[in-house]
């Protein structure tokens, strides 16, 4: 093919993994340009598309619905999403770019009536529909653990994802101890599958929603989870689509994201200060011992910190922050970190951990086929 009819079109939108995208655009410019031992700039800028990373955002269930569906509210440009549900109602209120209903004949519209068996088979009718739209390099699930619909379908819908090569990044929310042992029951059985076909999986307990406030109501307790839930993927969409501008690139974050030996595993935290060095110190800590996930940091073997803040961040704050995580973490766990600059947080200074290595409970829990941790007040 000739340079003025290559189309790249194609390539930007084939389901390859980046590297095999990178090869096809590649092997074109050096059949296209063999005089020249030099890459012109179209080349350049057909490079920087093809290799751009797509990620796509999925809600799955009412929950999930719920929290892309904030997401987007909150910036309907930042991340393209795909809301997928049983139930036409909480499908139709919901808001994404892209909407699949499962399982009409399985369902006819109605949800799956808490039966996460009947979620499995709404998701297994529609298989040839999930392989299609399940086009990106990176896919985020989130969804509540514990229904029909989110519980039985989001491990069909991570391993149609995987078929198609993409990195899975699972956000799940574990059922409040109030709602039940059955529904815990449900979620821990839900867990073990989607454990197959994720990279990265953390669930997060509802439960510790309860530390910061006990008197929480359940409803706003799910908006609380919501932020958390969104906050952690755009980070790291953040980070994704920021690489090459702060010393990381998206081989580092997949390196993190990817999973590690035979079980799924994760850590993320995100916090603020205000710069002053004891606070830097604790908020550094905080990030990497995030309160809600509890997680071993002693099994980190890879780590990114990511740090932003306005123009008038020091070296010497980025420094404290990168030592404070650094002693936290085994030695021989690999630390990479990156700055970038966001002038809309004013004077504070945002620290986000992304981690491999530790392992949940509560996957464990599931694999094990034991109960999940119970509920403790600290
Ligand atoms: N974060 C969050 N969690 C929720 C919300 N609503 C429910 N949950 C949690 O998610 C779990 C699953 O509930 P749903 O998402 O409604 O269930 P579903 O996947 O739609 O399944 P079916 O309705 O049974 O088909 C519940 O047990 C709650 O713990 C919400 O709006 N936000
Ligand atoms: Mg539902």
């Given amino acids: 093919m000739d340079e003025d009819t290559f189309d790249i079109s194609e390539i930007v939108n084939s389901r390859v993994s980046v590297r095999s995208r990178f090869n096809e655009i590649a092997h074109h410019n050096v059949n296209s340009n063999n005089s020249s031992n030099l890459d012109n700039d179209t080349y350049l800028s057909d490079l920087l598309k093809v290799l751009k990373i797509k990620s796509l955002v999925i809600g799955v269930g009412g929950a999930g619905n719920n929290t892309v569906s904030r997401m987007q509210d909150i910036d309907s440009e930042f991340v393209e999403t795909l809301n997928i549900n049983t139930d036409a109602h909480d499908l139709y209120y919901s808001s994404s770019n892209q909407k699949l209903l499962i399982g009409k ?61 993409a990195t899975i990044v699972s956000f799940c929310s574990v059922p409040f101890t109030s709602e039940g042992t059955e529904r815990r029951l449900r979620a821990s059985k839900g867990l073990k599958e989607l454990i ?52 990381i690139d998206y081989a580092d974050v997949r390196k993190v994201l990817e999973k590690k030996g035979d079980l799924p595993s994760g850590l993320i935290g995100i916090t603020e200060s205000l710069g002053e060095e004891a606070d830097l110190i604790k908020k550094s800590k905080l990030a990497l011992h995030n309160p809600l996930l509890e997680p071993d940091t002693k099994k980190v073997d890879k780590c990114i910190v990511s740090v932003s803040g306005d123009h008038q961040l020091s070296l010497s704050k980025i420094d404290r922050i990168i030592s404070t995580i650094s002693s936290e973490i085994p030695e021989e766990a690999s630390l990479k ?25 509560y996957v464990q829990a599931a694999v094990n086929g034991t109960e999940f941790p119970l509920y403790s007040l600290r």
Wanted: glycine share 12%; proline share 6%; with cysteine.
């Fill in 105 to 165: 004949e399985t369902c006819n519209g109605l949800g799956s009536g808490n039966d996460p068996s009947i979620g499995n088979a709404a998701a297994e009718e529609d298989v040839d529909r999930l392989s299609q739209v399940l086009n990106a390099d990176v896919v985020f699930l989130t969804f509540g653990l514990g229904g029909g619909t989110g519980t039985g379908a989001a491990p069909v819908i991570a391993r149609e994802a995987k078929k198609n090569k």
């Fill in 196 to 247: 197959k076909y994720s990279d990265t999986l953390i669930p997060i307990p509802n439960d510790n929603l309860l530390r910061f406030n006990q008197k929480l109501p359940i409803l706003a307790g799910f908006k609380v989870m919501d932020e958390v839930l969104i906050r952690s993927i755009k980070e790291i969409i953040g980070l994704i689509n920021n690489c090459g501008l702060i010393n």
């Fill in 337 to 361: 970190f990156g700055t970038s600059l966001n002038p809309s947080l004013g004077s504070k200074i945002r620290i986000m951990a992304l981690g491999r290595g530790p392992i949940s409970p």
